[in-house]
T-cell receptor, first 115, second 113 residues
Framework: AQSVTQPDIHITVSEGASLELRCNYS??????LFWYVQSPGQGLQLLLK??????LVQGIKGFEAEFKRSQSSFNLRKPSVHWSDAAEYFC?????????????FGTGTRLQVTL | GAGVSQTPSNKVTEKGKYVELRCDPI?????LYWYRQSLGQGPEFLIY????????DSGLPNDRFFAVRPEGSVSTLKIQRTERGDSAVYLC???????????FGQGTRLTVV
């Protein structure tokens, strides 16, 4: 069965510092991968997605992620974090087999930004 | 509509009561999903509709949970005989048929007391 692991429950970075959030997946085929962000009391907003092609994908708000098949990873990065980036970040893998179609999410990484 | 709309935004109910949670998907989206997010966890899949039919309900935890989408647009998640363990945020998402990008609503926070 597919699964997603986000090893870091909580990360704190200083404003202006770089950021990398880790995501590892377990899936038998080429995955469709996503990163979502959730601010307090808000729904999930899509940051970026990987379906195929270039393994470095650009998203909104200055985020990017790199798909590495050999490491089964899809880590999220940002060169310079802003205080407004403080939120919960979720990595997800999409599965469609037969009539099944769903996203499987990791447990999330909570990002705190210090000024 | 502009986005996925869920009502109510908050619902407090007593243990044993029946509740209904509503989801209005983005116009034209034929795929609709329900997820449940418990505190400190990622969203967990409950059910997937393609049009009016439930194509995959493997995530529903037990027979107290049921969802419908009679006209292929609005969906209602129904929970009978609520238990305190049902307390969570229930998220709805929709997507264009055959396309994997799902757009989420802001969720309904259900509290069972």
């Amino acid at each position: 069965a597919q699964s997603v692991t986000q090893p870091d429950i909580h990360i704190t970075v200083s404003e202006g510092a770089s950021l990398e959030l880790r995501c590892n997946y377990s899936y038998g085929a080429t995955p469709y991968l996503f990163w979502y962000v959730q601010s307090p009391g808000q729904g999930l907003q899509l940051l970026l997605k990987y379906f195929s092609g270039d393994t470095l994908v650009q998203g909104i708000k200055g985020f990017e992620a790199e798909f590495k098949r050999s490491q089964s990873s899809f880590n999220l990065r940002k060169p310079s974090v802003h205080w407004s980036d403080a939120a919960e970040y979720f990595c997800a893998v999409y599965l469609q087999t037969g009539t099944a179609s769903k996203l499987t999410f990791g447990t999330g990484t909570r990002l705190q930004v210090t000024l | 509509g502009a986005g996925v709309s869920q009502t109510p935004s908050n619902k407090v109910t007593e243990k044993g009561k029946y509740v209904e949670l509503r989801c209005d998907p983005i116009s034209g989206h034929t795929a609709l999903y329900w997820y449940r997010q418990s505190l400190g966890q990622g969203p967990e899949f409950l059910i997937y509709f393609q049009g009016t039919g439930a194509a995959d309900d493997s995530g529903l935890p037990n027979d107290r949970f049921f969802a419908v989408r009679p006209e292929g647009s609005v969906s209602t998640l129904k929970i009978q005989r609520t238990e305190r363990g049902d307390s969570a945020v229930y998220l709805c998402a929709s997507s264009v048929q055959g396309y994997t990008e799902a757009f989420f609503g802001q969720g309904t926070r259900l509290t069972v007391v």
